[in-house]
């Protein structure tokens, strides 16, 4: 399931929705009959609208709904949003940016089921100015997809994960 999902993430980085005071709740039209129903928190980059990744969310939908999963999406306005994991149902984040360093500081890692960050990276060598989190001892699985010119970093600390 985490692999769907990361694959939907993947898939689309090659529009109606609810705004309340807490998130956007991204509603999909698609016919979601036979389905398992997932859910997604999408954390915003820094200076970044939450409106802005309504596009990738309806994308993840959809490519979801292709592999059978029923992709609940909500885009957290501010950075301190604790969510609850809803019962019986799969919690992933997706952080982009700065999204990711949100996510952690403010969110109960263990009740997540995964972690798709973007343009991010955990510090698992504690070279970069912020707090080392290690990969291979992090409690959940952890997609990261990043470019060589993404935000602050360079690719090359991605060597830092793989060591």
């Known amino acids: 399931m985490f692999l769907s999902i990361c694959n939907a993430v993947f898939t689309t980085l090659i529009s109606e929705f609810i705004d309340n005071t807490k998130y956007i709740s991204v509603k999909s039209n698609l016919n979601f009959s036979n389905t398992k129903k997932v859910s997604l928190l999408i954390f915003k980059g820094n200076h970044i609208q939450p409106s802005n990744y309504i596009g990738i969310s309806k994308k993840i939908q959809k490519i979801g709904a292709d592999h059978g999963l ?82 602050y970093l360079r690719h090359t600390f991605c060597l830092d994960e793989v060591y």
């Open 70 to 151: 029923n992709i609940d999406i909500k885009i957290p306005k501010y950075p301190f949003i604790q969510h609850k994991k809803p019962d019986n149902t799969p919690l992933f984040a997706l952080g982009h940016s700065s999204g990711v360093y949100d996510f952690l500081m403010f969110n109960n890692i263990s009740k997540f089921d995964g972690l798709i960050q973007i343009g991010s990276i955990l510090n698992s060598n504690g070279t970069l100015p912020w707090k080392s989190l290690k990969l291979q001892s992090f409690p959940i699985p952890v997609l990261t997809l990043i470019g060589k010119k993404d935000g």
